[in-house]
């Protein structure tokens, strides 16, 4: 897709999942690309294979709950190609357990990497995305746009972003920012495999996912259209949108018992 050609997009999360995939993609259409991530190996892997599609990327070490970090993975990016069109937030990690008995400090840290991790970058990269009028995105969540039992903090972590970036689409809008979202369900990466439960730790045993897991490709069907249609928020699968509107539209009580069935959390009888 020649609108990507020579352009630069920094992206969290890069060695693996979502941002991995996306990366690959924008590599394919001959993007020059900024990954971060903890982990280096990982992220020199995926700039071997990005190269090897034609892009041009390298690695940054960062963790995204560190906000010099997130600087200098900003500005390392805009060193090494000259200017930024694209932030793609993907950096993130899952919790799924009772709220009442999880660890606070567990609970903290979702928070600090799925928002302070997305809203650092988006702050650093801001004042180079309004030279190149670019786009700020984030991968968020179905659990940011409805109450989902048992992803009570992961949930809240992605409305959180749901919330900061339909603030910066306005704010952002008349310096020619382009702000949006991509709000997946389940989606084919390692992120289930890691899922941390209450203890903070991850699950020896994964829960299984209670709704159809999509292909990691389908989702990086949908950031592309984001990016290249520069829309405010795309979810997947699509024809959740208009289930959340009737579920809206009837107060809730639709997707309160579908989820409380999905979870098995009914109300105990009187
Ligand atoms: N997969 C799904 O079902 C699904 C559904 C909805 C939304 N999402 C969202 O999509 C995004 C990508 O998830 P994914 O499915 O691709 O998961 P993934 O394969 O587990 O990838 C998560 C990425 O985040 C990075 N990361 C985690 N903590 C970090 C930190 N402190 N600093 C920097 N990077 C960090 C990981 O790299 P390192 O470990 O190397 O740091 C990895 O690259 C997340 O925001 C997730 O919440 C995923």
């Avoid at 001959?30 to 991530?37: E, P, Q, V, Y």
């Avoid at 010099?68 to 500005?75: D, F, L, N, S």
């Avoid at 919790?95 to 400090?105: E, I």
């Avoid at 989606?187 to 209450?198: I, Q, W, Y």
Wanted: with cysteine.
């Amino acid at each position: 897709m020649n609108i990507f050609q020579g352009k630069v997009a920094l992206i969290t999360g890069a060695s693996s999942g979502i941002g991995r995939a996306t990366a690959l993609r924008l590599a394919s259409f001959g993007a020059r690309l900024g990954l971060a991530a903890r982990t280096t190996e990982k992220l020199q892997a995926v700039a071997n294979e990005a190269a090897a599609k034609g892009g041009e990327a390298f690695a940054i070490p960062t963790d995204v709950t560190d906000r010099e970090q997130c600087r200098r993975a900003v500005e390392a990016t805009v060193e090494r190609f000259g200017r930024l069109d694209i932030l793609l937030c993907c950096a993130g990690v899952s919790m799924r357990g009772p709220f009442a008995d999880s660890d606070l400090d567990a609970l903290e840290r979702v928070m600090r990497v799925n928002f302070f991790g997305t809203l650092y970058p988006a702050y650093c990269a801001i004042p180079h995305l309004k030279k190149t009028e670019g786009s700020l995105a984030a991968i968020t969540s179905l659990s940011g746009k409805r109450g989902t039992p048992f992803y009570a903090i992961y949930g809240a972590s992605k409305f959180a972003v749901q919330g900061l970036f339909a603030s910066l689409r306005l704010e952002l809008a008349p310096a020619g920012v382009h702000v949006g979202v991509v709000a997946p369900g389940f989606v084919d990466t390692p992120l289930r495999e890691n899922v941390l439960g209450p203890d903070g730790r991850p699950y020896e045993t994964p829960p299984p996912p209670p709704f159809r897991v999509w292909p990691v490709e389908k989702c990086v069907d949908r950031i592309i259209e984001l990016l290249v249609k520069r829309k405010a928020e795309l979810l997947l699968p699509w024809f959740v949108r208009p289930f959340l509107a009737l579920d809206e539209a009837v107060g809730g009580w639709l997707g309160d018992r579908y989820l409380a069935r999905k979870f098995g959390c009914r109300k105990k009888q009187e």
